[in-house]
């Protein structure tokens, strides 16, 4: 089986701005991510991305949106030798109903760790709200709270 470091997105990855980032020109990768996905990645770990982008159900962006700026995310890692091993997003939000893929629902955890073969007893998660904390618990993920747009190279001496 595998082992992951599981990330947030906004605010672990790229700066939580307050508002919804979904332009490409909005999107600031935060200092120190790449370089700690690529070690994650060579110390065995898969590094998979899941987020809540509930600005999709409130109208305010597409799943059009999301998968290009995903595309120039990883368009960024990869120059720095570390692209991520998938993404997974929630397009839900509790305005057009509950959905279990949400965060802190664990169903998009359950569905990396499916596809990914994944020992969530090995793995870890970094989110900057409570949310990506409790969905990564439920499945037993050693789970990290951080500020957000704070640094997540802390990670590295646990790998
Ligand atoms: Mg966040």
Known sequence: MNKAVFLDRDGVINRERGEYTFKIKDFELLP???????????RGFKVIVISNQGGIAKGLYTVEDTDKL??????????????????????????????????????????????????CEQSFMIGDSLRDIE??????????????????EFIVKHL
């Open 135 to 152: 969905a990564a618990e439920k499945l037993g993920i050693t789970s990290f709270l951080i500020e957000p747009n704070s640094s997540i």
């Open 70 to 119: 995903h595309v120039h995310m990883q368009g960024l890692l990869s120059k720095e030798g570390a692209p991520v091993n998938d993404i997974f997003y929630s397009p839900n939000h509790e305005v057009t109903g509950a959905s279990l893929d949400r965060k802190p629902g664990s169903l998009l955890f359950e569905k990396a760790a499916y596809r990914h073969n994944i020992n």
């Open 32 to 42: 120190g991510v790449a370089a700690t996905i690529k070690t994650a990645k060579e």
